[in-house]
């Protein structure tokens, strides 16, 4: 739509750094929401460490599962949200997201999303988010973290990069 369009376009056309709480997480939330519903966007995949139970990040990726490929890592070892993660993995493979459970020993502490969006010039382009806080916007009223939205090349194909082993088999034989 248009208004994924104008937000893809403003991002190619400068990186935009978010400073919270002090602006808000709703840039963040836009970027998945938009992404989620926009035809053009191909591929989604983030790192989810925490979010709320009630997170509008997951529920975004649920609403893309059925229309554009969408994997997820998850962190298992978040000490209070490991019910809350766990829920949220099983809801977001029901719905047909590619789920990998971190990466064997470490805490995947990245906070890190990918989008691979066939734009309207032709070009296949790679946007990222990266911050320094978790995917939970109600935190994000309360800590001091940054947020950058960007098209850089050199940034994207580093994001692409991060690789998750897969351990999806560890929370299906529980």
């Known amino acids: 739509g248009h208004d994924a369009d104008s ?3 403003a991002i190619r ?3 935009f750094l978010v400073h919270h709480p002090y602006e808000s997480y709703d840039a963040v939330v836009n970027f998945l929401d938009t992404a989620s519903a926009d035809p053009r ?3 989604m995949k983030q790192t989810l460490y925490r979010t709320n139970t009630d997170s509008p990040i997951a529920e975004a990726l649920l609403d893309a ?3 554009k490929e969408v994997a997820v890592v998850v962190e298992l070892k978040a000490s209070f949200d490991e019910m809350s993660n766990i829920h949220w993995a099983r809801s977001l493979e029901d719905a ?3 789920v990998s459970y971190g990466l064997a020993g470490l805490k995947t502490h990245a ?3 990918l989008i691979v969006r066939n734009d309207p010039d032709g070009k296949i ?3 990222a988010h990266l911050g320094t806080g978790n995917y939970n916007p109600s935190t994000a009223r309360f800590y001091s973290d940054f947020s950058l939205l960007t098209s850089d090349e050199e940034i994207t194909s580093a994001v692409h990069d991060v690789r998750s082993e ?3 088999s560890e929370l299906q034989s529980h």
């Open 7 to 9: 937000m893809f376009e």
């Open 13 to 15: 056309h400068q990186d």
């Open 41 to 43: 966007v191909l591929s």
């Open 65 to 67: 599962a059925g229309k």
């Open 96 to 98: 047909g997201v590619q």
């Open 111 to 113: 906070k890190l999303m």
């Open 125 to 127: 382009r790679r946007y």
């Open 166 to 168: 897969e351990h999806t």
